[in-house]
């Protein structure tokens, strides 16, 4: 993808229209380009000063005409025209502040929430790894080689387990870029299929219940625990990659082993013990 080609489509990643391996182009360039970065850089400040300051408005065509008749008409002789064009002032402004609140409300309401522009970075970051060949920045199943690569490189230790004998080994880990900030990827692998597993560190009082999503072909499941935010994402059915989340959670991990059915992928039998 050119410069010409990314920045005409900028607006539209900027506002989460893309699809997803659309937006792993795009966000791939803009890795990669000086050029470009600056310009998605200028959108991201003009949107938030939108959002943030307060909106101006001109005055529909007409409007000053209706008011100055309206406010002769209504001059009754006798009354001091500063109080009618205060009475009329007041009215103009009950109008336009009924504008701007309508137009806040309109905006809040189409924006796009926060968990989904997040949902959608983490199908665009995962197509983004298999498209450019790049899941692992260290490729080893041994979890105590993986855990230390990240020191020096996060702010944060992400929890790495390998799960080879539940199925599911431990294939590597990379930096990823997530919600505005560096993230461990953790990768895994379930017969032929790469699941790609996000970490960072959870806010406060965060909710740590499960919730699972289907986005574009690939199913998601999300949760907190031990104050660190889990996003699992995989090609793989919903309740294989609910049974692999659960192996994560559980803190005696490996005893007993959890076996999933042959040929589940294909008829979405449940995982069994």
Known sequence: MNCDDAQLRLHAYLDDELGPVESAQIGQ?????????????????????????????????????????????????????REVARKWLGLGAALAITVVATWSLTLLLSAPGEQSRLLREVVSDHVRS????H????????????????????????PVRDLTTQGFPLVGGRLDYLHGRPVAALVYRHRKHPINLFVWPAPAGAATGERTYAREGY?????VGGGMNFWAISDLNRKELQAFARLLRRPDVGEPPVRLV????????????
Request: contains cysteine; aromatic residues 8%.
């Open 130 to 133: 298999l498209m450019a060949r």
């Open 135 to 158: 899941l692992t920045d260290v490729a080893s199943s041994d979890e105590h080689a993986v855990k230390p690569w990240f020191n020096g490189k996060l702010n944060f230790s992400p």
């Open 262 to 273: 042959p040929g589940a992928q294909d008829a979405g039998n449940a995982p069994k013990k």
């Open 29 to 81: 360039h803009l890795d990669q380009c000086p050029n470009c970065l600056p310009v998605y850089r200028q959108m991201q400040a003009l949107r938030a000063a939108v959002r943030t300051r307060t909106a101006y408005f001109t005055a529909p065509e007409g409007l000053e005409t209706s008011v100055r008749s309206a406010l002769r008409a209504n001059v009754v002789e006798g009354s001091p025209r």
């Open 219 to 223: 199913n998601v499941v999300h949760w």
